[in-house]
């Protein structure tokens, strides 16, 4: 019964978003190049690659974004730089946004040797014994989520952006997972199972 409900939730936040223009998020986008690139795809590791993503994660983030400013980081996604971003954007200008950036090509990462080991087992198979659920229930064999469940694409993200996502739902400093669960895996890997993930994730397709 409660996976049933968890599932009803999911498919019913995918719902409430508006109709993007992708012609108009990209007339939009001009201040969003410097960080995530001119085709969606960051140059610097500090930055997600957007190109790809599914339009609904993007929307939800940016929302969630501009509630965590209001809202002083009590609520929603905080983030002083994509604060000062989202301040003036209305809910179309972040529907719109979304829907461009989904539309664009992502370029293909790689994954290091040292890191295929640990970050594959995590991924595929997670770690039963410490109660480690495997990644790819929600992201897919590939990393490509689940845009209907609202899971995002994960592979060929920065690895230093995403060991830093990690690192902050396991600080709780990140709470805008669903049911904490991204927190509750978080808690329990160390520094190095989430450096070989995140290395992991950056060639995996």
């Known amino acids: 019964m409660k996976k049933l409900a968890l599932i009803l939730t999911l498919l019913a936040s995918t719902s409430v978003w508006a109709q993007g223009d992708a012609e108009a998020g990209k007339a939009k986008s001009n201040t969003c190049v410097a960080c995530h690139g001119a085709d969606g795809n960051s140059v610097l590791p500090d930055y997600p690659n957007l190109a790809g993503q599914h339009a609904n994660y993007l929307e939800k983030q940016l929302k969630e974004f501009k509630l965590g400013a209001q809202s002083g980081g009590e609520q929603g996604r905080y983030n002083a730089v994509m604060a000062g971003m989202v301040a003036p954007l209305s809910e179309q200008d972040m529907a719109d946004l979304a829907a461009y950036y989904a539309t664009l090509t992502p370029k293909p990462g790689t994954t290091p040797e040292t890191a295929i080991e640990v970050g ?12 480690i659920a495997a990644c790819t229930a929600c992201h897919g064999p590939r990393g490509n989520g689940t845009p209907s469940s609202g899971f995002p694409k994960i592979s060929g993200q920065p690895a230093k952006y995403l060991a830093s996502q990690l690192k902050m739902f396991r600080a709780g400093e990140r709470h805008n997972d669903m049911n904490k669960m991204m927190r509750s895996v978080a808690a329990k890997l160390t520094d190095k199972e989430i450096d070989a993930l995140s290395n992991y994730l950056g060639g995996l397709h």
């Open 120 to 131: 594959r087992q995590l991924y595929m198979a997670g770690d039963p014994e410490r109660g």
